[in-house]
Nanobody, 122 residues
Framework: QVQLVESGGGLVQAGGSLRLSCAAS????????MGWFRQAPGQGRDFVAY????????SYAESVEGRFTISRDNTKNTVYLQMNSLKPEDTAVYSC???????????????WGQGTQVTVSS
């Protein structure tokens, strides 16, 4: 089973940037899509973006479109989330996940990383 480890979170001022990484080990053919999700305190887990290992198909939540960019490096088995023009409302725990199909629904994803905290100060 694939294992996912996120890194790159931290504290940043509004308008700043961060890049999150998600290293995947033990990938299988079932792990077709990698998604980033976020969860703010007291709220549910929200879709941020996804990318496919093959073809690099991407999709973004409206709230991050134009500010965030998801990408993958197949040679390193790593997925990235470049976050620019960060806002206080982007503050959350960000988690990457692996799933068998393209989806924005968290329950479709089968394996999750431990999450990394992103805090944006105003």
């Amino acid at each position: 089973q694939v294992q996912l480890v996120e890194s790159g979170g931290g504290l940043v001022q509004a308008g700043g940037s961060l890049r999150l990484s998600c290293a995947a080990s033990g990938r299988s053919s079932r792990d077709k899509t990698m998604g980033w999700f976020r969860q703010a305190p007291g709220q549910g887990r929200d879709f941020v973006a996804y990318v496919t290992w093959t073809g690099g198909t991407t999709s973004y939540a409206e709230s991050v479109e134009g500010r965030f960019t998801i990408s993958r490096d197949n040679t390193k088995n790593t997925v990235y989330l470049q976050m620019n023009s960060l806002k206080p409302e982007d503050t959350a725990v960000y988690s990457c996940a692996a799933g068998p199909v393209l989806s924005t629904i968290p329950s479709v994803y089968e394996v999750w990383g431990q999450g990394t905290q992103v805090t944006v100060s105003s």
